[in-house]
């Protein structure tokens, strides 16, 4: 609940001497203190929690402060503004303004703004802003004339919007406002209309904004007591058009009608305004939090003694000019839930039935799913929350019904229609009862399957493999490989098993059912165009790295198999398997796997299979080698670890199985070959390392300088 | 700022001893630090790892065992056969005991800190009872049969476990004998070395024995059986040293390959009770073997050949991220090893064994800011002189006028006059030096080289005027009645009336050298002091504390000044307090009074306190020169701390004269090349 703490005066001092109150309450560096600029000629520095001033600044006499100061986060200095033009900058240990730094502009400054984690802005009369470094490096520079004759700049504000300033301003002429905001990483200013609605007559007579991701939350407080909120795009579609905006209304007569002055308005959170002004007409001035979400007034506090109609919002404390006294509101906003506001935060908890945590973070709960695949405790808060979010989501009721009865088109279209709509927070969580009750369905009557809907919701990219671990089971059983090559791509969580069997069903099925299968192909390019164009270029070197493995070293044996192994590649230069069985195997080879897991399950893989498998992947070694990147062409394809990743695992698992089949024989020659060939490469580069390190140490010795100089330094 | 002459000095060619031992102490958080040359350093950890006291070392006596016993008081044992206690107030040995029974490898002191064993080199392992002011033999364990080369007390104090080569041992306090004899498998990657040694042990409360050994393995046994539970093979070269940390969750092992394993008893599963040692983390922090590691509650402490102390803080250990939240690598001693005739243009070297000295070069050419100028006469090596006797060089002083020479070592005091002759040079030693003139902690001269200064380890300094080759004793003053603290640090007005000096814990004294009195004392801070100097002129005298912080005192006024409070209102800038150096030396320019010039290992600053201080959100550091478009900006930040970092290692830095300055620097690289190989581990495949 948001409340108003008891407040304390500030000041010994009274304030507000000025016609217009004060002239502004600005964050200093420090936490806790402020810097409170009187309409007059004085600067105080307050500290909130001692209440009490550390240090006070005033203008000569004759000179009048027009702005309010403000403190520089870079640098830790206070920048004020005297006659409208004569900028002064001081530190904390200098006691006379007049002596400060000084600086006399062209132009008329309207505001100085300055915000954590950016350099001072200046806002001048005129519309234009200008950095202040670059300001005082030139401070006579000509200053351009950004909005028309006649128009008024009535309020401001800063941002920080992704780290990068943003400054709204707003402008009166006629009684028509506009907005303006101004951008300083991309430089752009945008100019916005607000367009009134039916309050036409409303004088606005308060604003405030607070900032989301791409709109400014601007609200405005009119003559008429009401709050509007007018959302200002940061970034225009069009920013070189005029564009308008419009107010909607927020809140209904929070401020009597006709309180003329003293009122103003700050947002304070997302859900909070403090409104300052007359509740009802003749009533005390008061102080008021109004949440916006729920339309309620939350807190009021009348201030007796009138106030100057202004309000700051800094930290946790309300600013208001009380009387003669500046006064500080603590103000907070505590989490509240509505069970603990009904009492009723404990469970009773009844035997068999599972607590369930009040807010499931999705998030977290899904990604411990993903750690862990057996976490019970997790699915069934996932369960929980499905089954509530069913009850409440019409759409998907709807299609859950069809789903039970209806034929597969039907839900096809239906899967269409719910689709079609925006995605809900819990989108995931539906697509996942969706998918286990198609599921379900298919396990009752086996002639039922939905390869269609099920290829669709595959595609939403929310599935995986623990959300609906019956789907790749069923594809499995109906080996399709459309859909196991779907879900190897989608799912980030395929168990090895799974991922074992889709292999075997990918290596077993006949070249006749892939013809008929629609398999995306984007993994694999026409490796047989490329042969031909290469062959030309293709050098046994690139093979061992440029390490040429016919040396003497290499052993006698090596030379007898040598001719073989080389009429063995040109043989596997020709891809040994069909296009659509390398698009399916390329999918295997980028899915996620753990060697501890995999290695039981691929010794289970027919000898005929492992050997057709190798020589697969020998050829995808070989198209590698071929480039200097080593690297397949294609959209998506596998890369050389995962090639030598998996011809490892293959070896490892079926050495001795291998061995004995004739047809690898020739494969495992060259493989032996090329090992041999990489061992020999690192001895080499470990003799080579010493050679290298000798250059070093004479690289080094030339740029050790002499051990006696005579230097000049020169320090600044 | 100004414009200076730069003599870059890189032929000191001094090279720091390599770490044997260190023990850590966790009452007083201090660490005890030897080498191969028999220096023990102590380094106080809260004080900003200072080192603030040193033992010099001793030829014969190699140290291989370093450990603190009840009381905060520091033993060590050698190869020499002697068991030796320091004297941490007046920084001498207090007595050294003969083990008999050849040279120590190893030394472990009780759980509650009242007995002491040692492991020897005729494979006897020998109690001592501590006594308030010496150790006693109290009787022999069980002979075994090779050196015991490691040693560990349960923490009970009931057992005892000891390593050899071959084989660990575990003893029965009670009776001497031994209970069990656990083998160890001499197998080294299959191939069967000669020996397997153990370097050391460690005895956890729950009977688990650690060791560590040439193999390169960490292996767990259990002792009540005796039996190998665990085998973790860790290198391919010899695990040198563990460390097990108080709470026994964690321990650390050091590698002759330079790399530090992290070992931490962790749950097997998520909230199981069953828990387990996993080698967690590798550090590669030496290049060189790690022969001592140490376990503080914060963090892992290693040091080895390479020379370097290094202090990796356990980051989920450290509660805020503050100074200790950094690695440190502490190479260079915290005290000075040079210095400088200012009027000869010298430089006198310390080493362990002889002192060198040097004529710098001149020039007549004229440059801007980063030139290297032609020399016109290069540096000249004057003097190599070599210390009678064993014993290490504590301390040596030129003077100013580059007419004396004096030296210390630990029980003899040496005093040379120098006379120049167009390029010849003579050297006289002065004989018949008094018998209280023995050895000295700190030697200094006065600005007009005619008073020799020495703190000698009873907290006494004496004060002695030179003559034409001889001297005379002026005055000794005394230390306060009830301290025998010595004094480390020493400095003279230039005017010759002030003397101040400090020693490791206590206030600054300022001595009236008039008058012989004592003037005035510094009220003492909670960091120990790492340099002083008096101003020209002024008398203020300048103190810089191991925090970092920097104060000026008014000798005359007996106060401090008000930039001193003004520095110490707004506070020194972050950056300036993260440094992890401390400053080592302070001077003076002669013409500019506002001028401070300071230095540590990484930084040279002049401090104009003329100018404004920083504050946090100015750049401390800033070594472009302006340009004119940012002349605004920079008027408004110039600030009284101008740094330059060109120089590093830097290891001395004096001004020679108003425009010309001395820079002694070490590269490390030199210190690397001159080391022993590293072991050549492989880069490249299998």
């Known amino acids: 609940m948001a409340a108003l703490e008891e407040g304390f005066t500030l000041s010994a001092v009274p304030l507000g001497a000025g016609p217009h109150g004060l002239l502004g309450v600005e964050q200093s560096d420090k936490a806790d203190q402020f810097l409170v600029t009187d309409g007059g000629r004085t600067v105080i520095l307050y500290k909130v929690s001692d209440q009490k001033p550390l ?212 947002v304070l959170d997302q859900d909070h305004v403090a409104v300052l002004g007359p509740p009802l007409p003749s009533s005390k001035e008061c102080i008021s939090i109004w949440n916006t979400k729920f339309q309620t007034l939350q807190t009021s506090k009348e201030l007796s003694q009138g106030t100057s109609g202004q309000l700051w919002y800094y930290g946790e404390n309300l600013f208001v000019l009380h009387g003669k006294f500046l006064m500080v509101i603590p103000y907070k906003c505590e989490v509240s839930s509505l069970a603990g506001a009904l009492g009723k935060l404990k469970h009773s908890q009844d035997p068999g039935t599972q607590t369930v945590p009040h807010f499931v973070n999705w998030e977290t709960s899904r990604g411990h799913r993903l750690g862990s695949q057996n976490s019970e405790q997790s699915k069934r808060i996932l369960r929980r929350r499905k089954t509530e979010v069913n009850v409440q989501n019409p759409a998907s009721k709807q299609l859950l019904s069809a789903i039970k009865k209806d034929s597969e088109k039907h839900i096809e279209e239906e899967l269409c229609k719910f689709l079609a709509i925006k995605p809900t927070p819990d989108f995931n969580t539906i697509i996942g009862d969706i998918v286990s009750e198609l599921l379900g369905r298919h396990k009752a009557e086996p002639s039922f399957y939905p390869r269609n809907s099920l290829m669709q919701l595959i595609q939403t990219h929310v599935l995986s493999h623990s959300l609906c671990p019956g789907l790749m ?91 073989k192994p080389q009429d063995a590649a040109e043989e596997t230069m020709s891809c040994p398997v069909i296009p659509k069985r390398a698009a399916l195997l390329n999918a295997i080879l980028h899915s996620a796997y753990s060697e501890m897991f995999l290695l039981p399950h691929l010794k289970d893989i027919p000898a005929q299979h492992v050997t057709l498998f190798l020589q697969y992947l020998y050829f995808l070694y070989l198209k590698c080698s071929e480039n200097a990147t080593m690297t397949l062409p294609g959209l998506h394809p596998p890369t050389l670890n995962q090639i030598m990743d998996w011809i490892c695992l293959l070896l490892d698992a079926n050495f001795t199985v291998v061995v004995m089949i004739p047809e690898a024989k020739s494969l495992l020659l060259s493989l032996y070959k090329f090992v041999k060939s990489q061992i020999c490469i690192c001895s080499e580069l470990n003799k080579i390392e010493v050679s290298f390190r000798e250059l070093q140490k004479l690289n080094q010795e030339k740029n050790n300088r002499e051990l006696y100089s005579i230097e000049v330094l020169e320090l600044f | 700022m100004g414009e200076f002459k730069v003599h870059r000095v890189r032929f000191f060619n001094y090279i720091p001893s390599g770490i044997r031992c260190v023990a850590y102490n966790n009452q007083s958080n201090r660490l005890a630090v030897s080498r191969t040359d028999g220096t023990v350093e102590i380094y106080n950890l809260s004080a900003n790892y200072f080192q603030e006291k040193f033992f010099p070392g001793h030829e014969s006596r190699a140290t291989e065992a370093l450990c603190w016993a009840k009381g905060q008081r520091l033993f060590s044992a050698g190869l020499n056969g002697e068991i030796i206690e320091y004297d941490l107030q007046a920084l001498n040995i207090k007595y050294a005991v003969d083990a008999f029974g050849g040279p120590i490898w190893s030394m472990a002191v009780s759980p509650h800190g009242s007995q002491l064993l040692v492991g020897c080199e005729d494979g006897s392992v020998k109690l001592f009872q501590i006594t308030p002011d010496k150790i006693q033999f109290e009787r022999n364990f069980d002979r075994q049969k090779s050196r015991i080369l490691s040693l560990c007390w349960h923490p009970s104090g009931t057992h005892v476990a000891a390593g050899s080569i071959d084989y660990i041992s575990v003893f029965d306090v009670k009776s001497g004998s031994a209970v069990h004899k656990m083998l160890v498998d001499r197998q080294y990657m299959g191939v069967s070395k000669r020996k397997c040694i153990i370097w050391g042990v460690a005895f956890l409360s729950d009977g688990t024995v650690i060791s560590v050994d040439s193999a390169g393995k960490v292996q767990f046994w259990d002792s009540a059986t005796g039996t190998l539970v665990k085998n973790h093979l860790i290198a391919n070269a010899d695990v040198q040293s563990i460390a097990v940390s108080d709470q026994e969750d964690s321990f650390v092992v050091g590698t002759a390959e330079g790399t530090v394993f992290h070992f931490q008893l962790v749950s097997v599963t998520s909230n199981s009770s069953e828990k387990q040692w996993v080698r967690t983390k590798p550090f590669q922090h030496h290049t060189h073997d790690v022969r001592a590691v140490a376990h503080s509650p914060t963090a892992l402490i290693s040091g080895g050949t390479d020379t370097h102390l290094v202090i990796r803080p356990l980051m989920e250990k450290v509660e805020v ?366």
């Open chain 2, 321 to 686: 991220k503050n100074y200790d939240a950094a690695l440190r690598k502490i190479t260079f001693p915290h005290r000075r090893l040079i210095s400088c005739s200012k009027k000869r243009q010298l430089l006198l070297f310390q080493f362990t064994h002889h002192l060198e000295l040097w004529r710098l070069g001149s020039t007549v050419a004229t440059g801007k800011n980063g030139d290297t100028l032609p020399l016109s006469r290069n540096a000249d090596h004057l003097l190599h002189l070599k210390t009678k006797g064993p014993e290490n060089i504590i301390c040596s002083c030129i003077s100013p006028c580059g007419s004396w020479i004096a030296y210390s070592t630990t029980s003899r005091f040496f005093l040379y006059r120098l006379n120049y002759e167009h390029d010849n040079i003579s050297l006289q030693r002065v004989s018949k030096m008094p018998a209280f003139l023995r050895s000295a902690l700190q030697i200094l001269f006065s600005e007009d080289s005619t008073k020799l200064f020495v703190a000698s380890n009873q907290g006494s300094l004496h004060v002695i005027r030179l003559l034409e080759g001889s001297f005379k004793h002026l005055h000794t003053f005394q230390p306060q009645s009830g301290t025998v603290e010595s004094m480390c640090l020493l400095a003279v007005s230039p005017d010759g009336n002030w003397l101040a000096s400090s020693g490791t814990s206590a206030g600054v004294h300022v001595y009236n050298i008039k008058h012989l009195k004592l003037h005035c004392t510094v009220p003492s801070y909670n960091f120990p002091v790492t340099a002083l100097a008096i101003a020209p002129n002024t008398n203020n005298l300048v103190i810089a504390h191991s925090d970092q912080q920097v104060f000026e005192y008014s000798i005359p006024d007996k106060q401090y000044t008000e930039w001193s409070r003004t520095i110490q209102k707004q506070g020194f800038h972050y950056l300036w307090l993260q440094r992890d150096t401390p400053i080592t030396h302070i001077s003076f320019h002669p013409k500019r009074p506002m001028h401070i010039l300071l230095h540590d290992a990484y930084m040279f600053c002049i401090i104009d306190k003329s100018l404004p201080l920083p504050n946090d959100k100015t750049l401390l550091y800033n070594p472009l020169p302006p340009t004119k478009e940012s002349d605004v900006i920079r008027r408004r930040t110039a600030h009284a701390f101008k740094i330059s970092k060109i120089y590093k290692p830097l290891l001395f830095m004096d001004l020679l004269d108003e425009r010309t300055l001395v820079a002694v620097e070490r590269p490390l690289d030199d210190i690397i090349a001159q080391l022993p190989p590293p072991i050549k581990k492989k880069k490249f495949g299998t």
């Open chain 1, 55 to 266: 240090g006070s600044w005033s203008v000569k006499q004759g000179q009048i402060i027009t702005c309010p100061a403000v403190c520089n986060f870079q640098t830790g200095e206070y920048i004020v503004v005297h006659d409208n033009k004569v900028l002064r900058i001081w530190s904390n240990e200098d006691v006379n303004l007049d002596k400060v730094f000084k600086a006399t502009l062209s132009a008329e400054i309207y505001r100085i703004h300055s915000i954590q984690g950016a350099e001072p802005l200046v806002l001048f009369k005129e519309g234009a802003v200008r950095g202040l470094e670059a300001l005082l490096a030139e401070p006579q520079q000509k200053i351009e004339t950004v909005i028309s004759d006649e128009e008024v700049i009535k309020w401001t504000k800063i941002f920080m919007v992704f780290k990068h300033p943003v400054l709204i301003f707003i402008t009166e002429k006629h009684g028509n406002y506009f907005a303006y905001i101004q951008k300083f990483n991309s430089h752009t200013l945008s100019k916005y209309t607000l367009v009134l609605g039916q309050e036409e007559k409303s004088v606005i007579q308060s604003f405030t904004a607070s900032v989301d991701r791409k709109f400014i939350s601007l609200m405005s407080l009119s003559s008429d007591g009401c709050i509007y909120e007018t959302l200002v795009p940061i970034h225009p579609s069009d920013p070189e058009k005029d564009q308008r905006v419009v107010r909607s209304l927020l809140l209904k007569t929070v401020v009597s009608d006709d309180a003329r002055n003293g009122v103003a308005l700050t």
């Open chain 1, 473 to 563: 089971e069923a594809a499995l059983e109906k080996a399709d490989v459309q859909v196991l090559q779907l879900c190897l791509q989608q799912f980030p969580d395929i168990p090895e098993t799974v991922t074992c069997a889709c292999l075997k069903i990918f290596l077993s099925i006949s070249d006749g059912s892939l013809q008929e299968a629609e398999i995306n192909m984007e993994s694999v390019s026409d490796y047989s165009d490329s042969v031909q164009e290469e062959k030309m270029e293709e050098q046994t070197e690139v093979l061992h790295n440029g390490f040429n493995a016919e040396e003497e070293n290499c052993g006698n044996c090596d030379r007898e198999l040598n001719k």
